[in-house]
Nanobody
Framework: QVQLVESGGGLVQPGGSLRLSCAAS????????MIWHRQAPGKQRELVAV???????DYADFVKCRFTISRENARTTVYLQMNSLKFEDTAVYYC?????????WGQGTQVTVSS
């Protein structure tokens, strides 16, 4: 089992930045892929960014060139650096860990972009 705890959300003005963190514990050696998702009110949950065990990353088109996903080598923490935030980035952001037999989610952290 893998436990995930997100932090770093908050209120930010348009154009501002936030860095989200996701701390993993438990069977972290088994984690192959870490993913950030988000869910805005009234909308479906959507994928934001992915990083695999080799450090390869991928992003949703709507965050490319604005968001950066990274992880510590020990795989205990994954970050999402969010720059040039827009109103439409307002959502609950969730961290997810995937491996063979593992699909764990964090509780989410709220990001609100407002002037």
């Amino acid at each position: 089992q893998v436990q995930l705890v997100e932090s770093g959300g908050g209120l930010v003005q348009p154009g501002g930045s936030l860095r989200l963190s996701c701390a993993a514990s438990g069977s972290i050696f088994s984690i192959s892929t870490m993913i950030w998702h988000r869910q805005a009110p009234g909308k479906q949950r959507e994928l934001v960014a992915v990083i695999n065990s080799s450090g390869t990353t991928d992003y949703a088109d709507f965050v490319k060139c604005r968001f950066t996903i990274s992880r510590e080598n020990a795989r205990t923490t994954v970050y999402l650096q969010m720059n040039s935030l827009k109103f439409e980035d307002t959502a609950v952001y969730y961290c997810r860990a995937r491996a063979i037999g593992v699909d764990s989610w964090g509780q989410g952290t709220q990001v609100t972009v407002s002037s």
